[in-house]
């Protein structure tokens, strides 16, 4: 399922216009976006949660020449999802 027929499902679903449905469904990924990049933790409870996490620099290799290279340290998004979410899905 893409965005665009999320955003249908929701508007059949709740009875809403694809308009308001659409910015339902922008609003909500803003708003998990913006705590994210404050370093909040996003909660919902029975689907799941957005964190972020750090990862350090770290010397790798090129993997064609072999060379050593420095990767940067990274802000990495992730999700982990819920227990009511894991027993819907089995």
């Known amino acids: 399922m893409n ?3 999320l955003i249908g499902h929701i508007a059949d679903r ?10 339902a469904v922008e609003t909500m990924l803003d708003v998990i976006t913006s705590a994210l990049k ?11 949660n957005f964190t ?9 290799r ?3 020449t072999g060379e050593p290279m420095q990767i940067k340290a990274t802000s990495q998004p992730k999700f982990r999802p819920g227990k009511v979410l894991k027993d819907a899905v089995q």
Do not use: H, I, M, Y
């Open 62 to 64: 090129n993997p064609r």
């Open 38 to 48: 404050r370093g909040d933790e996003v909660r919902l409870v029975g689907f799941g």
């Open 14 to 23: 709740a009875g809403l216009s694809r308009n308001d449905s659409a910015r």
């Open 52 to 60: 972020v996490t750090r990862r350090k620099a770290s010397t790798g």
């Open 3 to 5: 965005k665009q027929e």
